[in-house]
């Protein structure tokens, strides 16, 4: 039993998930990711939970093959039952081997069956590639499903047209069967132009509106989600489309006594340093969407994972006005943050002022840590840190021209002054939600430990209520 809001296979690392919820217990298939034995294949490992906190970790379920198979690598797929309780897994079937006639590795649907969910049983004769018109060395991550009972399997994929501008021929395609072995090639599901591919596909539906939701490496390094009353679209992007920033990636969703659960990967940094180049995989993390009156899905920490940290923790900060119209403050507490901490606040912020928020891990000065600011006037909350990367030796030679960590900027409506932060931490991960909507989770390695504080710039800020807990 692994009991955390997190999950990590040390020493290996979690990759794209598949969730998948049979009796009310919420299954976490996930690409197991060994970053020493790169080229050695990847196989699917199974997470379960019936609370959103407790961890069975159940291992490999699904073996990759052998240098020779054309599974040598199992990549993302779904898993189904059928109507006679049949389970269905497909997944993306990949070998560097076996190569397109450009020279890329072949990308192929692979089938596997189960009767427990975790014993699965491959039906090699059921593998395939992408039609005729379709990059075969681009045609991954199959996402079947139903638009409603008795009517045909859709299967969803992250595909390329063959032929067309190379930033542009991204779609989601899509094939048709009755059976689950058999598949035909159908229009596509989504052709914007805009992406080299939309990874991670998946259709669901809440109330009387439709979601696509996928992943995209073009514009940026994101999951978005688009809006349709049609399972069949036209796909809308609402006003904030992206589910969270840079490091939250390839999430996809499944529904939850009732719940729509999102699971994903928060990214490592190479060398575990703040400035670090972005890796693939990391830690497993949940969010949860809450669709608003307008159709448009907020995103928040599970109740579950905001109450599993029970003691309290006693930071010296108590409630405090910092009125700094004209000028920059900030209170900072007089115990050190543990490792791992669960915060909430309440901040009441002038809607007019320039920014506040919260020091995370910061000095007894706060001068050296982390930043979660929220600004008003841009609307957006970003993370930042002190000092920022330096670029020589004189004073000027700082990069005060990059206002805060780029990747980790989100948009938010600040035009209320009340404000609710509920805050993650544990050792280098940090998920922060703000008023239970925007979603931003990356990690923190440069300042290990430090105190809790609050700040204003050109504004007025209250930290009204303040709970803080730990494990």
């Known amino acids: 039993m692994h009991r955390a809001p997190f999950f990590t296979p040390a020493p290996d690392w979690v990759g794209d998930t598949i969730p998948f919820v049979h009796e009310d217990t919420l299954y976490v298939y996930y690409l197991h990711h060994r970053r020493e034995a790169i080229g050695e294949g990847t196989s699917w490992h199974l997470l379960t939970t019936t609370d959103l906190v407790t961890w069975t970790d159940h291992g490999e379920v699904l073996p990759h093959g052998g240098p020779e198979d054309e599974d040598l690598n199992c990549y993302t797929g779904s898993v189904v039952t059928d109507d006679d309780g049949l389970h269905h897994l497909f997944s993306t079937a990949q070998n560097p081997a076996r190569t397109a006639p450009d020279g890329r590795p072949l990308q192929l649907v692979a089938h596997a069956t189960s009767t ?3 014993h699965w049983d491959k039906q090699p004769a059921h593998t395939f590639g992408a039609a005729e018109g379709w990059d075969p060395a681009d045609f991954r991550d199959p996402f079947v499903h139903r638009t409603a009972p008795g009517e045909p399997w859709q299967m969803l994929l992250a595909a390329r047209r063959s032929t067309g501008p190379e930033r542009r021929r991204g779609i989601v395609g899509r094939l048709t069967s009755t059976d689950l072995q058999r598949w035909e090639p159908a229009a596509p599901l ?28 073009t514009d940026a390094f994101v999951t978005r989600y688009r809006m349709s009353r049609s399972p069949e679209g036209p796909w809308h992007a609402p006003r904030h489309d992206s589910l969270d920033a840079r ?12 719940r729509r659960i999102f699971a994903g990967w928060i990214a490592t940094r190479e060398g575990r340093r703040d400035d670090g180049p972005w890796q693939w995989a990391g830690t497993l993390s949940l969010l ?9 899905l907020d995103l928040r920490l599970p109740p579950e994972v905001l109450a599993a940290d029970a003691a309290p ?4 900060l108590a409630p405090t006005t910092i009125a700094a119209p004209t000028h920059y403050e900030s209170a900072v507490g007089s115990h050190e943050l543990p490792a791992r901490a669960t915060i909430r606040a309440r901040l009441r912020l002038d809607p007019e002022g320039r920014a506040g928020g919260l020091l995370l891990r910061t000095d ?11 600004e008003p006037r841009a609307g957006r909350m970003v993370l930042d840190r002190w000092p920022r990367s330096v670029t020589g030796t004189e004073q000027w030679q700082i990069s005060g021209d990059v206002p805060h960590l780029i990747e980790l900027e ?20 940090l998920v922060a939600v703000l008023d239970e909507k925007v979603a931003l ?3 923190i390695y440069d300042h290990p430990a430090g105190r809790l504080g609050v700040f204003a710039e050109d504004a007025t800020l209250s930290l009204t209520d303040l709970h803080v807990t730990t494990a």
């Open 364 to 374: 007894a000065e706060g001068e050296r840590g982390y930043v979660l600011r929220l």
């Open 190 to 217: 989504w052709d914007p132009r805009r992406f080299l591919t939309q990874e991670c596909p998946e259709v669901f539906r809440i109330g009387e509106w439709w979601y696509l939701v996928y992943s995209e490496f």
């Open 410 to 429: 989100r948009p938010a409506d600040l035009s209320s002054p009340e404000h609710r932060l509920d805050l993650v931490l544990e050792e280098d991960l």
């Open 441 to 443: 989770s990356t990690r």
């Open 247 to 258: 490091s939250f990636y390839a999430a996809k969703s499944a529904t939850w006594k009732g």
């Open 313 to 316: 923790v006693e930071t010296g």
């Open 116 to 118: 427990d969910l975790l």
């Open 288 to 296: 949860e969407a809450v669709q608003q009156s307008d159709g448009t």
